[in-house]
């Protein structure tokens, strides 16, 4: 499942696992990652979560939204592949403008400072943990260190409505873009949510994070802004309530 990697792991499985910025000007170096990567979205979405919209032959869950543009967080733990987030410019197609366009009142959000989230997972078997921070929090923990450190203000996502409660106790400001609608059996709505220093800070506090969380391997020429810094934060890693 995991398949062979290039990328010399810096954690054990003692260690807080680690999340790479995965994007067009470093892909090569996570190439064998990719084909278990959009298999295990095969068997989370399709085989587990029934989303059968997105089913392909060849097992791997792939769409239109996977393109040159897109930027992955990849998080590994000693080099195995254990949960992922997708982040798509809105300046390009997304999910809201395409698919979902009916669920924004005043239309899909195009806006350079707004990327759009989706297909965040965590593999079954590190899911719920407790023993650290949950793999779930440090993507959404990660994800707003991307967003600040390239200067975006806010992601846009399609989402169902669970997602509502769980984002309001780890202290993610989502506004509702448009009327929740039933979509095949769920309750799915669009939000904007800020990515803001503040978030962030929040997020560190909450999981016990004292440094940046992401791994910019082969990403020099990206332009990144400097983080506020977050090593003073250290109230004992709090595990959000579930
Ligand atoms: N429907 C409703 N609630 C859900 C849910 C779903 N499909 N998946 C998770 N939750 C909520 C529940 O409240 C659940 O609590 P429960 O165990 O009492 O039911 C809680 O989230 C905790 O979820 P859990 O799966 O234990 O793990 P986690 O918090 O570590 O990870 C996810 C959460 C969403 C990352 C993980 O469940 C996952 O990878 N799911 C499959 C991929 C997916 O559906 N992603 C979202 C759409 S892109």
Redesign the pocket.
């Known amino acids: 499942m995991h398949g062979c990697c290039l990328i010399e792991p810096q954690s054990s499985g003692d260690e807080m696992p680690e999340i790479h910025v995965v994007q067009r000007d470093n892909r090569h170096l996570y190439e064998s990652y990719f084909d278990p990567y959009f298999r295990l979205r095969h068997d989370?979405?399709v085989k587990?979560?029934k989303w059968m919209a997105l089913d392909r032959p060849d097992g791997r869950e792939i769409d239109q939204f996977d393109t040159e543009d897109t930027v992955y967080l990849f998080c590994l733990d000693g080099g195995q592949l254990i949960g992922a987030m997708r982040a798509v410019p809105t300046l390009s197609p997304t999910l809201m403008s395409e698919i979902f366009p009916y669920l924004s009142i005043r239309g899909p959000i195009h806006r350079s400072d707004v990327y759009e989230l989706?297909?965040?997972?965590?593999i079954p078997e590190r899911?719920?943990?407790h023993a650290g921070p949950?793999?779930?929090m440090l993507l959404l923990t990660a994800i707003m260190e991307y967003g600040i450190s390239i200067g975006l203000t806010g992601f846009s996502i399609v989402?169902?409505s669970?997602w509502l409660p769980?984002f309001e106790r780890c202290g993610w400001k989502a506004h509702p873009l448009g009327l929740p609608q039933m979509i095949d059996g769920m309750s799915v709505l669009a939000v904007l949510v800020d990515c803001d220093e503040t978030t962030w800070k929040s997020l560190c506090g909450q999981i016990g994070l004292t440094n940046p969380a992401l791994t910019w391997q082969g990403l020099t020429g990206v332009n990144r802004q400097i983080l506020p810094d977050i090593s003073l934060l250290h109230s004992p890693a709090v595990q959000p309530a579930?």
């Open positions: 989370i979405y587990q979560r989706s297909r965040i997972f965590v899911r719920g943990e949950r793999i779930e989402l169902e669970w769980r579930r």
